[in-house]
C-alpha cells in the first residue's frame, strides 16, 4: 500500500490524473511496476508486466534536440546507483549473521541446522558479490558525477554543463555493457527464487520455536543509503528484497532506454538488456506453472536444470543446437533470433528420456587437412576483426558501425564455434536412439555429464513431454541467452592479452595407485591454441610430470585445470578425478614464475604460472608445427622443450610402465614398421598427438620408437670421447672401486645426457623387476640399449681414434650398461630445468571456483 501510495503522490506531482487508479486488491501488491501474486493454494509467487502506461514510469515527451533525453537519463541513472547502494546495504544485512549461525550449526545447541544455513542464505552472497561489481562499474563509469549529484535534479559543475550543452559527456557515457553483463547473469536469482519460499519457511518456523533466532531475526538494522541513519528490518523483510529488485531492475532498464537516444551507442545494447530481463521474468512465471502441470515420479516436479549451446553432429554434419536438461529429459532446438529487442523462437529437434540414458566420452575427433586450413582461415580472419573493432569500441564511435562490427565478428565466431569442437559426448538410449554433442572445452564436457548423470541416477521414470508447449516454453525459461561468443561479452573486464606460461609440476591426493594426466584449457578468444595436455604418468599416488605450456591469448579471464585417470582397459574412457577454473587477474599475474597449488576436490595440482603482457602477432593461415625432434641433438630437444628428460623418453617410459611390464620380451620384440612410422611422424610434429596415440598403439611399438630415438641421436647419449675412459675404468679388477670409477664419469656428461641417461637406466631397473614375467633381465635390457647409448669417437678432420676390435666395442657398451644397472647407489634424474619461482614458506593454494 505504502509503494502505491508513493505512486499516486509521484502521478499528482506530475499533473497526471490518477481517478481511474484503483485500489489494489488486498491479496496483490503492485510494486515497481511488477505484479506479484501469492496465491494460498499453491504458496508461490508470479511475476507479470502492468501495461506499458506504468503508473511510476510516465511516458517521457519527444523532445526536439537530445540534451534534456540525456539530462533525464543522468536523473535514471543517478537515482538507481543510489537504489543499489541501498540494495547491497540491505544483502550485507541479510548476511551478517551467517558467520555466527554456521559457527553455532556445528555445537551441541545450533540456532539452526548447517542445513537450515544453506537454505536460508541460498544464493545470497552470489548476489551480493554480482551487485557489488556492477555498483563498483557504474560508479566508476558515471564518476564525479555519481559523487555530485546524489539526488536527482542536482546542479553540475561549469564544466559538466558545458558539457552537457555540447551534448557529449552524455553521449560518451556507456552503461548499456554493464546492464547487459547485469541481466545475462540473472539466473543467480533463479536458484534464490525457487528457494525463497522454503527459506522464509525455515524463518518464520525458527522465529516462533528458537528465541535465539527471534532476537536476531526481529532486530536487523541496515544503512539507508549514503547518510549514517538506519533502517529496522526483519529477517523476512530482508529475504524479499532481491525479489523485489529484480524487477525493479527491468523497469529501470525500461525507463532508461526511453531516455536514451536512438543514435546512442547504449541503445542496441539497452534493448537487448531489457528484452533478456524480460524473458527472465516471464520465465520465472512459466517454470512455475510448468511445475504444477507436470509431476513426475516420485513427487517431483519437471524443472529446467541446465541448458546451453552444443556442437549436434549428424552424419557427419554439425549444427550448432541450445540443449535443455529437465528432470526427466534432454530436449534439443534450433535457436531462430530475432531482430534487438524483439523475442527469439526455438524449434525442436529432439529429445531424449534421461530414464536408462547411457554417456561415453568418446575419442578425441581428427580433423582433415580442410577443416585444418578452414579454421586457421576463420581464426585469422576473428583477429583481423577484432583488430577492426578495438578502435571503434575506443572512440566511442557511431552506434551503427559498432553494431556492424560486432554482427561480422558473431558471424565468425559462430562458425568457428560449429567448426572447431573436437571432443564428443556419446548419448545412448534404451530405445535405440543416439545422438553425439561435441564441444570445444573438456571443462564444459565434464559439466554437462556430470549434470546428467546426477539425474539419471535418481532413476526418474518420463512424463511424455508436449514437445510443441515444452519448446515453446524455452524461451522463457532458458538460463543462457546467447551462444558463448566472446564478442557478446562485455568490454573492459579485466583480462589478459599476451603470452601465459603454464608449468604441471605434480599432483596428490589420490586415493589409489592409477596413471594419470593433466589438461589444462585457456578461454578467450581462441586465435591461437586454447588447450594442452601433460603426458600419461606411471600408476603412482603422487605423480609428477613438470610439463611446461606456452598459451597465446586474447581475452583470457579463467584457466580451467581437470586432471584424468587412465583406467587399466583400454576400451575404458579416462575418467575426471578432479577439475577447476582459476580466474586469471591480470593484476595479480606476474612475468616471473609463481607456484601455487590447485584444489580440484580431493586432488591437488601443483603448477607456476607466468604473464608477459604484448600485443600480439597475427595467427598463421598455415598450422604452425613443432621443430622435428628425432635425428636432432638431444640438447636442442630439451632446450626448446625447457627440460632436463626430452618427452618422448618421458612419455614412452612411462607408458611401458603403465602397461607393458608383464609383456615378454619387451624392448627385444619388434613391433610393426607402419606403428613406428607414425609414432615418429606424431612425435616430429604434435606431441600432443603423440601422446594420444601413444594410449592404443601396441606396447612394443612404444619401446620400439623409444630404441629409435636413441639410436638416431646424431651424437650418443654419453659423448664419445669418454668412450676410452668407460673402457679403462671396466679394467678395474675390484666391483666396487670399478662402480665408483664409472659413476664419477658421469660428471663429464652434459647436463642433458646425464639426466636423461639416469632416468632411463632407473626405468630400465623397474622393467627389470618384473623379469619373472617378461624375461627381460638387467644384461638383457644392456644388450639391448648399449650399443645405441655408447659408441667409439669417428675419423675427425683427418685423425683416427685408438683403433677398437668390433667384438670389443660391442663388449664395452653392454657392460657400462650393465655396471650401472647394477649400481644401487644411482643417484636420481632431474627431470625438468627449476624454474625462476616466487613463493612464500607454503605453496598459495587455490580453491577450485
Known amino acids: 500500500m505504502d509503494v502505491f501510495m508513493d505512486a499516486v503522490d509521484y502521478l499528482e506531482a506530475q499533473q497526471i490524473s490518477v481517478e481511474d487508479v484503483g485500489e489494489p486488491r488486498p491479496d496483490v501488491f503492485e510494486e515497481d511496476g511488477f505484479t506479484e501474486v501469492f496465491t494460498e493454494e499453491t504458496n508461490s509467487f508470479l511475476f ?55 559457527a553455532s550449526a556445528g555445537t551441541s545447541q545450533p540456532v539452526l541446522s548447517s542445513q537450515q544455513v544453506q537454505t536460508v542464505f541460498y544464493q545470497v552472497p552470489e548476489l551480493r558479490d554480482l551487485h557489488r561489481d556492477f555498483y563498483t562499474c557504474l560508479r566508476a563509469r558515471m564518476g564525479t558525477h555519481a559523487e555530485t549529484e546524489q539526488v536527482p535534479g542536482a546542479k553540475l559543475s561549469l564544466e559538466s554543463q558545458e558539457e552537457n550543452e555540447a551534448g557529449l559527456w552524455g553521449l560518451q557515457l556507456t552503461v548499456g555493457d554493464l546492464f547487459l553483463k547485469l541481466v545475462s547473469q540473472l ?33 536487523m538494522m541496515s544503512c539507508n543509503g549514503s547518510d549514517t541513519s538506519k533502517t529496522k528490518y526483519t529477517f523476512e523483510a530482508l529475504l524479499y528484497k532481491p525479489l523485489d529488485r529484480v524487477t525493479k531492475t527491468t523497469l529501470v532498464l525500461h525507463d532508461l532506454l526511453k531516455n536514451t537516444p536512438e543514435q546512442h551507442p547504449d541503445h542496441p545494447v539497452l534493448q537487448e538488456a531489457l528484452r533478456l530481463s524480460r524473458s527472465f521474468l516471464s520465465g520465472v512465471n512459466e517454470g512455475s506453472q510448468c511445475k504444477r502441470e507436470v509431476t513426475l515420479s516420485k513427487g517431483m516436479r519437471r524443472q529446467l536444470m541446465r541448458d546451453g549451446f552444443v556442437v549436434d553432429v549428424n552424419d557427419g554434419v554439425r549444427n550448432l543446437r541450445h540443449l535443455f536438461l529437465y528432470t526427466d529429459l534432454l530436449l534439443c532446438t534450433k535457436l531462430k533470433g530475432g531482430a534487438p529487442g524483439k523475442q527469439a523462437q526455438y524449434r525442436f529437434c529432439w529429445h531424449l528420456p534421461l530414464a536408462g540414458l547411457k554417456l561415453h566420452r568418446g575419442p578425441e575427433l581428427e580433423r582433415t587437412m580442410d577443416t585444418l586450413h578452414r579454421i586457421h582461415s576463420l581464426r585469422l580472419r576473428m583477429y583481423e576483426q577484432r583488430q577492426t573493432m578495438k578502435p571503434c569500441l575506443q572512440r566511442a564511435m557511431a552506434a551503427r558501425s559498432i553494431e556492424r562490427s560486432r554482427r561480422k565478428m558473431e558471424q565468425l565466431e559462430l562458425s568457428f564455434l560449429t567448426l572447431s569442437p573436437l571432443l564428443p559426448l556419446e548419448l545412448h538410449s534404451p530405445s535405440g536412439r543416439s545422438h553425439t554433442l561435441v564441444t570445444s572445452s573438456l571443462y564444459e564436457l565434464e559439466e554437462w555429464k556430470e549434470a546428467i548423470q546426477k539425474l539419471t541416477k535418481d532413476n526418474i521414470e518420463t512424463v511424455p513431454p508436449d514437445v510443441l508447449t515444452l519448446t515453446n516454453s524455452c524461451v522463457k525459461l532458458r538460463m543462457t541467452q546467447q551462444p558463448p561468443l566472446q564478442s557478446l561479452l562485455p ?8 603470452t601465459l606460461g603454464v608449468v604441471i609440476h605434480s ?28 603426458h600419461s604418468s606411471v600408476s603412482s599416488v603422487r605423480p609428477q610430470w613438470d610439463q611446461e605450456f606456452s598459451f597465446l591469448v586474447d581475452g583470457a579471464k579463467h584457466l580451467r585445470v581437470l586432471c584424468l585417470s587412465q583406467p587399466q582397459e583400454q576400451r575404458c574412457e579416462d575418467t575426471v578425478i578432479g577439475k577447476a577454473s582459476i580466474k586469471l587477474d591480470p593484476d595479480i ?58 618427452h618422448v623418453v618421458r612419455c614412452c617410459a612411462e607408458e611401458v610402465e603403465r602397461r607393458g611390464l608383464a609383456e615378454v620380451g ?85 647436463p642433458v645426457n646425464q639426466n636423461t641417461f639416469l632416468f632411463l637406466l632407473h626405468h630400465l631397473k623397474r622393467v627389470s623387476e618384473k623379469k619373472d614375467v617378461n624375461k627381460m633381465t638387467l644384461m638383457n635390457l644392456a644388450t639391448v640399449f648399449g650399443p645405441s647409448l655408447l659408441r667409439p669417437s669417428a675419423a675427425i678432420q683427418g685423425q683416427v681414434s685408438p683403433p677398437v676390435d668390433i667384438s670389443q666395442e660391442v663388449v664395452v657398451q653392454v657392460q657400462v650398461v650393465y655396471c650401472y644397472l647394477q649400481c644401487d647407489n644411482l643417484p636420481e634424474s632431474q627431470t625438468w630445468l627449476p624454474h625462476n619461482t616466487e613463493t612464500s614458506e607454503d605453496d598459495e593454494e587455490i580453491t577450485a571456483l
Open 491 to 498: 568490454d573492459g573486464d579485466c583480462c589478459v592479452c599476451g
Open 48 to 102: 507479470s508486466p502492468l501495461p506499458t502506461n506504468c503508473i511510476d514510469m510516465p511516458d517521457t515527451p519527444v523532445l526536439r534536440s537530445p540534451e534534456p533525453v540525456l539530462d533525464r537519463r543522468l536523473m535514471v541513472l543517478t537515482a538507481f546507483l543510489d537504489s543499489e547502494k541501498i540494495y547491497l546495504n540491505e544483502l550485507e544485512t541479510l548476511l551478517m549473521p551467517l558467520k555466527a549461525l554456521k
Open 507 to 534: 599432483a596428490c591426493g589420490q586415493q589409489q595407485l592409477a596413471g594419470v594426466y593433466v589438461c589444462v584449457e585457456v578461454d578467450g578468444f581462441e586465435f591461437y591454441e586454447s588447450r594442452a595436455q601433460t
Open 187 to 219: 539466473g543467480v536469482y533463479r536458484g534464490f527464487i525457487e528457494n525463497y519460499e522454503n527459506a522464509v519457511d525455515i524463518v518464520r518456523r525458527c522465529t516462533q520455536t528458537e528465541h535465539r533466532f527471534r532476537i536476531l531475526a526481529e532486530s
Open 589 to 646: 599475474l606476474q612475468k616471473r614464475w609463481k607456484r601455487q597449488t590447485v584444489s580440484l576436490g580431493q586432488v591437488e595440482v601443483t603448477l607456476s604460472l607466468k604473464y608477459c603482457p604484448h600485443a600480439l602477432a597475427p595467427p598463421s593461415l598455415v598450422p604452425t608445427q613443432q621443430q622435428p625432434i628425432f635425428g636432432m641433438p638431444i640438447e636442442s630437444v630439451a632446450q626448446q622443450e625447457g627440460v632436463l628428460v626430452p
Open 666 to 750: 619387451i624392448y627385444r620384440i619388434n613391433a610393426g614398421a607402419g606403428d613406428i612410422t607414425n609414432l615418429k611422424t606424431a612425435f616430429n610434429t604434435s606431441l600432443r598427438e603423440a601422446v594420444s596415440k601413444l594410449r592404443y598403439v601396441d606396447v612394443n611399438a612404444v619401446s620400439g620408437i623409444l630404441k629409435l630415438y636413441f639410436r638416431e641421436l646424431p651424437e650418443p647419449l654419453i659423448p664419445t670421447e669418454l668412450f676410452q675412459s668407460f673402457a679403462k675404468a671396466l679394467n678395474i679388477p675390484d666391483l666396487s672401486s670399478r662402480k665408483v670409477s664409472i659413476l664419477s664419469l658421469l660428471q663429464y656428461c652434459p
